[in-house]
């Protein structure tokens, strides 16, 4: 942890924090079974305004990654090595750990009617490791930026966009002949998953042993954030914001254009994190962080971005804490009348679903979640506390 002030690019903090405000947004309904359209991933194919906030947010990521690695310039040395490694490490043990916390509630509550003590159930729930998911979000994100800032600091950088353009192409070719678009178990990214995973460690997709944060599709994730390590040199070695805008507007054009073309031979698609996917998204987030740089760093309107400010600053620690009060959230702490109640039986079945109805009071719960989360964040903005992940 860290208190300093510090000359952050406001725009990069700014989308940095509607996208994990958005990630919170919809991975916190009231409930699962009432959620709008577009807050809700693509059940195969297509793409909704849910599926960017996640691409968006590996984008910066390797935009941060560019600015964090040109202090060390980018040089192949033991401590850069080391400090890569040990942040991948973290990061990656974090994801494990919230899954850990996941699978550990749910078995502790499972128990409850099998006559055993406080500390049998306790530590049988602690010690249950055959269900946790070994992949997630923040999985693909220590992978991801411990494989692009090793590329970043052993190749030359002028190589980087031929890397990517042979990484995507490379990852086509395995779609095409393993079946890699089909929404099934013989689909060659959910057999390298069962292969090396096991079915038990994996996230089940539609009823099917389906890992969107698997194994082989973290190939392209890594492609996605090496561009925007590219997109990262433009911004840094421009030092006009126009010439940024400018810049930034063409890479995202192309890039957009140019997924949605290739999408009528290689579907966009998240799950599989298809290549349209990766340049769709990309040139849409470099478009998107134009349009904010423009806004608020040209023109200057600042106030209203105040309270992304609060999300960008201290992104991963605000995803995680989202995580273990989301986990919380579902737990049955409360007695009510003899019934045991969670957190959001309190607030969205009891409180707000008989006013506002199914659909809309799950978004309100939802909006209150990103509010708490909020808040933490605020006083953490408003002290100049930077918690490093």
Known sequence: ??????????????????????????????????????????????????????????????????????????????????????????I???????????????????????GLSFGERFYTA????????????MQRLALTYGLASIVAITIKHKYIPYIIGITLAGYFLILVFG???????QNIISIVDQAILG?????KDAGIAFDPEGLLSTIPAVAHVLI??????????????????????????ILTFAGFLLSYGCPINKKIWSPTFVIVTCG???????????????????????????FGVNPLFIYVLAGVLGTLA?????????ETLSVIDCIYSLTLKPIFGNYFSSLIYAVLFVCICWIVGNILYKKKIYIKI
């Not at 079946?179 to 178990?185: D, K, L, V, W, Y």
């Not at 079915?199 to 996230?203: A, E, F, G, I, N």
């Not at 579902?330 to 003899?338: E, L, S, T």
Request: charged letters at 10%.
């Open 1 to 90: 942890m860290t208190q300093k002030s510090s000359n952050r690019l406001l725009a990069l903090d700014v989308l940095r924090g509607i996208t994990i405000a958005g990630m919170i947004l919809v991975n916190n309904p009231g409930s699962w079974s009432a959620v709008y359209s577009p807050l809700q991933h693509a059940s195969w194919n297509g793409l909704t305004p849910t599926d960017l906030v996640f691409p968006f947010f590996m984008f910066i990521m390797g935009i941060s990654t560019y600015i964090s690695l040109r202090k060390f310039n980018f040089e192949f040395t033991t401590p850069t090595l080391l400090k890569i490694i040990k942040r991948t490490t973290i």
């Open 199 to 203: 079915v038990d460690h994996m996230y």
């Open 330 to 338: 579902y737990q049955p702490f409360f007695n009510i009348q003899g």
């Open 126 to 137: 602690i010690s249950n490791f055959q269900h946790i998911r070994i992949l997630g979000v």
């Open 284 to 310: 849409l987030a470099s478009l998107f962080l134009a349009l904010l740089i423009w806004i608020i760093d040209i023109k200057g309107y600042k106030k209203w971005s105040v309270f992304f400010e609060s």
């Open 92 to 114: 990656f043990l974090i994801g494990i750990g919230l899954s850990w916390l996941s699978v550990s509630f749910s078995t502790y509550y499972s128990l409850q009617s099998d």
């Open 228 to 253: 925007g390590f590219c997109c990262g040199a433009v911004l840094m070695n421009v030092k006009e914001n126009s010439q940024r805008i400018n810049q930034l507007f063409i890479i995202g054009t």
């Open 179 to 185: 079946n890699g678009f089909a929404q099934s178990e």
